[in-house]
């Protein structure tokens, strides 16, 4: 280890942050210090590595091929000594802390944590909710839950359910659609910073091509549901965030199919973690909650649709 006395930590740290987030901006962003101080910083490094690993162009610097072996090393070494040092910091091995997206802690996950609490009283819980990718391996999060494809770089993710969508209005709006077709003449709540639109819908309900009038554009997804149980027009929504809606019967899902979108839940964890029995613990009681709520969920939608079902003079309505 005594090469490590050649070069000054910071100017290894300028390196790797700059290779890996693709700017001098980014790097000062997360290292906190100005864009100088780190173009220094590089500078420097680079004299004492005694090979220039940036090219300076018009457009910022571009890593040269004698770093394409260098950047990815100071990368995997630099992740394990902040998980020593977020090691070090833990003064509490049962507390447990999870960073997840507001819209999936308020309208799913909150009001289910007193379970998980009666299954493991020895565990306590700090979440985290933000909207930002936060990185395990560079914080003291020790789980994220995180939508998405599940191809984020650095870390490890296991999918845990597939998103699928469906339209969900109110039961008043519901009483007069007879057919898909009718969603149409209803106006749509919008969340503008979903990742897809209405024809991930529309195209497997047989109604490609179509569009629905715009009546209202939220940025938070919970605001847009909140529009949809007041009777202000219908949305697109994902199982986890309409399902206490729909089996309290404040929205229906008048009609299928229920669209795949491509993204899922995933539980993501830093690549070089271990196994932590409170995270191990806490992913397992996840899965089992959304499983039985998936099923609750899918039942209500059956029953749902049975009970709007025509039923021939004599006949008893399906249950």
């Not at 610097?61 to 004698?66: I, R, W, Y």
């Not at 995270?279 to 649709?305: G, H, N, Y």
Request: glycine residues 8%; proline residues 6%; hydrophobic residues 45%.
């Amino acid at each position: 280890m005594r090469n490590l006395n050649l070069v000054h930590l910071n100017g290894l740290r300028a390196l790797e942050a700059v290779g890996r987030l693709g700017s001098l901006q980014g790097a000062a962003d997360e290292l906190g210090v100005s864009i100088g101080a780190v173009s220094q910083q590089v500078i420097k490094a680079e004299r004492q590595l005694g090979r220039q690993l940036f090219e300076r162009t018009p457009k910022g610097l571009v890593p040269t091929k004698a770093a394409a072996d260098i950047l990815p090393r100071l990368t995997e070494a630099f992740s394990v000594l902040s998980g020593a040092v977020a090691a070090a910091r833990r003064h509490d091995d049962k507390l447990l802390t999870i960073s997840v997206a507001p819209v999936f802690a308020a309208r799913w996950l909150v009001h289910r944590l007193g379970g998980f609490s009666a299954r493991h009283p020895e565990i306590n819980l700090r979440m985290d909710a933000t909207t930002r990718l936060v990185d395990p391996s560079t914080s003291d999060i020790d789980l994220c839950i995180r939508v998405g494809k599940g191809r984020w770089p650095g870390v490890r993710s296991e999918l845990i359910l597939a998103q699928r969508v469906f339209p969900v209005c109110s039961p008043a709006l519901a009483r007069d659609l007879e057919e898909p077709a009718d969603i149409l003449k209803l106006p749509a709540v919008i969340d503008g910073h979903a990742l897809f639109g209405w024809d991930v819908w529309l195209e497997p309900a047989g109604l490609s091509g179509r569009t629905l009038a715009t009546r209202h554009v939220f940025n938070e997804a919970s605001l847009c549901l909140d529009a949809t149980i007041a009777g202000q027009g219908v949305m697109l929504a994902w199982q986890t965030l309409a399902s206490h809606a729909v089996q309290t019967g404040q929205l229906v899902i008048p009609f299928g199919p229920w669209a795949p979108t491509g993204d899922g839940h995933y539980f993501v964890t830093a690549q070089t973690s271990r196994r932590n029995p409170a995270v191990e613990a806490f992913k397992t009681w996840l899965r089992e909650e959304l499983a039985a709520d998936m099923q609750a969920l899918e039942s209500t939608f059956e029953r749902s649709i049975r009970s709007r079902m025509p039923v021939a003079p004599g006949q008893a309505p399906a249950l």
